[in-house]
């Protein structure tokens, strides 16, 4: 599963479970098979049942992740990083869907 230091965990309605540590996350389904993840070494043997974990595109800055949410019905995915940056994802390809950034 994951082997960093978590320090945010947030669960969907869908069963998905997001595990955030400083700028990366990586996503599993309930049974800790790792869906997704901005960590190329994150699906280690045991995590992983196949070869269908997608890389998903974390924010650009390195910036840390103050804040995760899953959408109600667990179709979106959002982050807030420390430089008041927002990026929501959709969780069916885990692609970037909306990037918003303060001025």
């Known amino acids: 599963m994951v082997a960093y230091p978590v320090t945010i965990v947030e669960s ?3 069963g998905q479970i997001a595990f955030v ?7 599993s389904d309930a049974a800790g098979n790792v869906i997704a ?3 190329d070494a994150a699906c280690s043997n045991d995590a992983c049942s196949n070869d269908a974990v997608v890389n998903i595109e974390g924010p650009e800055s390195k910036e840390a992740i103050r ?7 667990g179709a979106l995915f959002a982050i807030c990083t420390n430089d008041k ?3 929501i994802y959709e969780t069916a390809g885990w692609s970037l869907k909306r990037k918003l950034a303060s001025e």
Do not use: Y
């Not at 540590?21 to 996503?27: G, I, K, L, Y």
């Open 12 to 14: 969907s309605s869908q």
């Open 21 to 27: 540590a400083e700028s990366d996350f990586t996503v």
């Open 37 to 39: 993840s901005t960590i």
């Open 67 to 73: 804040a995760a949410c899953f959408s109600r019905n």
């Open 85 to 87: 940056a927002i990026r």
